[in-house]
């Protein structure tokens, strides 16, 4: 079941560069053959760190391109993409309140 508000698909994106990023993402149509065809809005990339009772999971969510742009919509060409999945719900509610500033429904399961 895919991660989704009533219209934010989000997604854990692995980069061909090994990047792994999490985002909410929008396939869009390119116009023109090798345009980039992938909206990510709000990506963050997800990076390992020491586990701490206040980061179970040992992960840190980090702005994607942070030191170069406060940009938070990028395009990107589905061929740098390696696969998309599912995160697990705690990288969803990490992430909801890094990005909103609360938790967000998650399927059929409210992470409030």
Do not use: W
Request: glycine content about 6%; aromatic content about 4%.
């Amino acid at each position: 079941m895919a991660n989704e508000t009533k219209d934010k698909i989000i997604k854990i994106v692995a980069l061909l560069n090994g990047s792994c990023l999490i985002s909410e993402i929008e396939e869009v149509g390119a116009t023109v053959p090798g345009e980039p065809d992938c909206k990510l809005t709000h990506p963050y990339v997800i990076q390992s760190t020491d586990r701490s009772p206040g980061n179970p999971r040992g992960e840190e969510l980090i702005p994607f391109l942070m030191t170069i742009t406060s940009d938070e919509t990028f395009m990107i060409s589905s061929d740098k993409i390696l696969t998309l999945c599912e995160p697990v719900p705690a990288l969803v509610d990490k992430y909801s309140n890094v990005v909103y500033g609360t938790p967000i429904t998650v399927g059929p399961v409210d992470l409030r």
